[in-house]
């Protein structure tokens, strides 16, 4: 035994035995922290080459090549252009270095934008599915009519608007035909026919009318120079004009009753015109 001045206490032999109680600033046992903190640029440039090559794996890796194109919910002539704009895509580049015939690289916000531009969707699906297939889902809202313009022709919503440009007059008795006369104004879809009471009057006389005088549509006409008319063209040739500026309701009433009073057994030759309220013209 020897006495520690230190601690004021007798060492034994079996506490001399224990480890000491200080450290050796020059010789420290290494941790796993100091050998990261000591190789740090090492490890950062062993994260980047994996990173990398997994990025690379991921965007240019023939693995996931776009091969199959899945169109679903439309007509096969809607689906087969859409298909073609997805296909056109795909054979792009994004952001210029990024070819999209990558699942992982192809833009699905773009594909949304570009679909948006040419058809009126009441929801769209687009999903991407591992390891080559592009989906793309779609309902269209449901169109009223068809326009036609200068050998063109547009679906038509019940809110006036053009949905969807079509390559032919439609064949579907069920929809509304109107011809727009002045071919200055360049439609696209998107943009308003008429205003959305204007539409639903349409719509309603055009099941009305039928019924209430057994007169027989042919179509609707916006005419050339006129500005906020619509004229009905019977089938018979003569026509109705009416002022998108005035009460549709009331002139259509007014039309009714004088149909009635004078010319159910004699129709004009020509036209009908009940634009001013109080006051019915025809010849």
Do not use: C
Request: net charge positive.
């Amino acid at each position: 035994m020897r006495w520690d001045f230190r601690n004021k206490a007798l060492i034994t032999q079996r506490t001399e035995t224990r480890s000491p109680m200080y450290r050796n600033p020059l010789f420290q046992r290494g941790s796993f922290t100091s050998l990261i903190a000591g190789n740090l640029s090492l490890f950062f440039l062993i994260f980047t080459v994996v990173a990398l090559g997994v990025l690379y794996g991921l965007l240019y890796s023939p693995l996931f090549t776009v091969t199959t194109i899945d169109i679903n919910g439309g007509t096969p002539e809607s689906n087969n252009k859409i298909r073609q704009i997805v296909l056109n895509q795909v054979n792009s580049r994004h952001l210029i270095v990024l070819r999209q015939n990558n699942l992982f690289s192809f833009s699905t916000n773009e594909l949304r934008n570009k679909l948006s531009e040419q058809y009126s969707f009441q929801k769209l699906t687009i999903r991407k599915k591992l390891l080559h297939t592009l989906e793309v889902s779609y309902t269209e809202k449901k169109p009223v009519g068809v326009l036609q313009i200068d050998g063109r022709y547009f679906f038509i919503e019940e809110n006036g608007q053009l949905s969807e440009e079509r390559l032919s007059e439609s064949t579907d008795p069920a929809l509304i035909n109107i011809v727009q006369e002045d071919t200055s104004r360049a439609m696209r879809v998107g943009d308003s026919l008429v205003t959305p009471g204007t539409m639903r009057f349409v719509i309603d006389t055009s099941q009305k009318l039928p019924q209430q005088t057994g007169i027989q549509i042919s179509q609707w006409v916006l005419p050339t120079g006129i500005p906020f008319e619509i004229h009905l063209k019977t089938k018979d040739g003569w026509q109705i004009y009416f002022s998108m500026e005035n009460d549709l309701a009331s002139q259509y009433s007014n039309f009714v009753k004088i149909w009635n009073e004078r010319f159910k057994a004699s129709p004009p030759r020509e036209y009908i015109d009940v634009r001013i309220l109080d006051r019915v013209y025809y010849k």
